[in-house]
Protein backbone atom coordinates (compact mmCIF):
# COMPACT_ATOMS: atom_id res chain seq x y z
CA UNK A 1 0.00 0.00 0.00
CA UNK A 2 2.95 2.32 0.93
CA UNK A 3 4.28 1.70 -2.45
CA UNK A 4 1.20 2.93 -4.32
CA UNK A 5 0.71 6.27 -2.36
CA UNK A 6 -1.74 4.52 0.21
CA UNK A 7 0.44 5.97 3.38
CA UNK A 8 -2.14 7.32 5.27
CA UNK A 9 -4.47 4.01 4.91
CA UNK A 10 -1.31 1.78 6.12
CA UNK A 11 -0.72 3.54 8.80
CA UNK A 12 -4.35 3.55 9.96
CA UNK A 13 -4.40 -0.09 9.69
CA UNK A 14 -1.54 -0.82 11.58
CA UNK A 15 -2.56 1.62 14.43
CA UNK A 16 -5.71 -0.53 14.64
CA UNK A 17 -3.60 -3.39 14.70
CA UNK A 18 -1.74 -1.96 17.68
CA UNK A 19 -4.28 -1.15 19.61
CA UNK A 20 -6.53 -4.13 19.02
CA UNK A 21 -3.13 -5.71 20.50
CA UNK A 22 -2.65 -3.65 23.28
CA UNK A 23 -6.61 -3.35 24.61
CA UNK A 24 -7.19 -4.42 28.12
CA UNK A 25 -8.72 -8.03 28.41
CA UNK A 26 -11.42 -9.54 29.95
CA UNK A 27 -9.42 -12.33 30.58
CA UNK A 28 -5.62 -12.97 31.42
CA UNK A 29 -4.37 -14.67 28.84
CA UNK A 30 -2.45 -18.28 29.45
CA UNK A 31 0.96 -18.60 30.36
CA UNK A 32 3.67 -18.84 27.93
CA UNK A 33 5.74 -21.58 27.10
CA UNK A 34 9.61 -21.29 27.26
CA UNK A 35 11.25 -21.49 23.90
CA UNK A 36 13.16 -24.69 24.76
CA UNK A 37 9.88 -26.62 25.49
CA UNK A 38 8.31 -25.83 22.24
CA UNK A 39 11.63 -27.27 20.51
CA UNK A 40 13.04 -30.25 22.57
CA UNK A 41 12.59 -32.52 19.98
CA UNK A 42 15.23 -30.72 17.78
CA UNK A 43 17.47 -29.54 20.66
CA UNK A 44 17.56 -33.03 21.64
CA UNK A 45 18.03 -34.85 18.53
CA UNK A 46 20.63 -32.01 16.83
CA UNK A 47 21.79 -34.73 13.73
CA UNK A 48 18.59 -35.55 13.00
CA UNK A 49 17.47 -31.83 12.49
CA UNK A 50 19.84 -30.77 10.79
CA UNK A 51 19.57 -33.38 8.49
CA UNK A 52 16.11 -32.29 7.64
CA UNK A 53 17.02 -28.76 7.38
CA UNK A 54 19.66 -29.55 5.20
CA UNK A 55 17.40 -31.98 2.54
CA UNK A 56 15.09 -28.52 2.71
CA UNK A 57 18.11 -26.29 1.76
CA UNK A 58 19.45 -29.02 -0.70
CA UNK A 59 15.97 -28.45 -2.70
CA UNK A 60 15.55 -25.23 -2.74
Keep these: MAE ?3 DDEASAIICAAT ?15 PLAQWFNAILDRPRQ ?12
Design 19 to 33: ARLHQARKHQLPELL
Design 4 to 6: HGQ
Design 49 to 60: GRRVFERRHRSR
